[in-house]
């Protein structure tokens, strides 16, 4: 499986933006795909998950309301929209792909990675 993930920049607070991950490769309809962020120094952040049939999606808590996981059946592209975005929410994000949905929020769990987009919020 290989994925690729962009469509990061710079916006300012408040503003809306969409992440494409774009994946190619054999893919279970229970396998879990999902964001991902990091900023400097930290691990690697829940953002998102979905499963690949696209009957269960998944948000952060911190991201509930404000950002939502798609996915486009047709171009086997998952989205993360994210909107009203935060100062906060500066970091680079990830998207990533695991057999199964054990303990998805856990990045550990996660077996192929996309490289990283990075998303920066001024205020």
């Known amino acids: 499986v290989q994925l690729q993930a962009f469509g990061g920049g710079s916006v300012q607070a408040g503003s809306s933006l969409t992440l494409s991950c774009a994946a190619s490769?054999?893919?279970?309809?229970?396998?879990?795909i999902g964001w991902f962020r990091q900023t400097p120094g930290t691990e690697r952040e829940y953002v998102a998950a979905?499963?690949?049939?696209?009957?269960?999606?998944l948000h952060a808590p911190a991201v509930k309301g404000r950002f939502t996981i798609a996915k486009d059946n047709v171009k086997n592209t998952v989205y993360l929209r994210m909107d009203n975005l935060e100062p906060e929410d500066t970091a680079v994000y990830y998207c990533?792909?695991?057999?199964?949905?054990?303990?998805?929020?856990?990045?550990?769990?996660?077996?192929?990675w996309g490289q990283g987009t990075q998303v920066t919020v001024s205020s």
């Open positions: 979905m499963t690949w049939s696209g009957n269960t999606r």
């Open positions: 990533a792909l695991q057999a199964g949905r054990l303990r998805y929020t856990q990045y550990a769990m996660y077996s192929s």
């Open positions: 490769g054999r893919i279970g309809s229970t396998d879990m």
